[in-house]
């Protein structure tokens, strides 16, 4: 038991990265935010939004919004904005998870790599909740920081619009993100 505790320590250690690799999206302060703290937060939405959703799997859906970006660890993370090729980052990050999970004991690296599979495949219902979370988490965070002049708020009215479609409650959290984007586009 006292290697596995190692291999769990090791891996949490090595996730700290997290805490230092700088997303595109800045705060309230105008500090640009950690993958860190975005995941958290989108960790916080789904568990607020966990009653409107009975049918979802709660646990699956946060370990997934704790390992969706765990692949950044690494190499960083690719902003949205600048329109990265979806194949070379979903590689990229891919090797980068599989590094991590390897830290862990066997069982455990299966379920990280299963649960970060599930959310790039983005098949089930839970994966696909996940994914408009995550799109709105960041749409949050562009309208709420103290971001340079020069923003494109108009590319959070496009972004990850497919992932609301297909759900009522999404759609119209959608519409309240788009109408603030709109409020920072006319100022």
Known sequence: MVEKLKRYIRFIEETERLKSVVRSARTSTGRRESTAE??????????????????LDAGRVLDMCLVHDLGEAYDGDLPAVERPDPALKASTERRALIRLASLL???????????WEEYETGLTPEAR???????????????QGANPADFDYAFNLG????????????RTLRRLLDAETARHIER
Do not use: C, M
Not at 47 to 55: I, K, M, S
Not at 129 to 143: G, M, P, R, S, W
Not at 159 to 170: N, Q, V
């Open 38 to 55: 975005h995941s958290w937060r989108l960790a916080l939405l789904a568990l607020v939004l966990r009653d409107e959703y009975p049918a």
């Open 105 to 115: 004991p066997e069982q455990a690296a299966r379920r990280i790599a299963a649960l």
């Open 129 to 143: 909740f996940v994914k408009a979370l995550d799109k709105a988490e960041t749409i949050l965070q562009h309208n």
């Open 159 to 170: 972004y990850g619009a497919a992932w609301f479609a297909d759900d009522p409650l999404l």
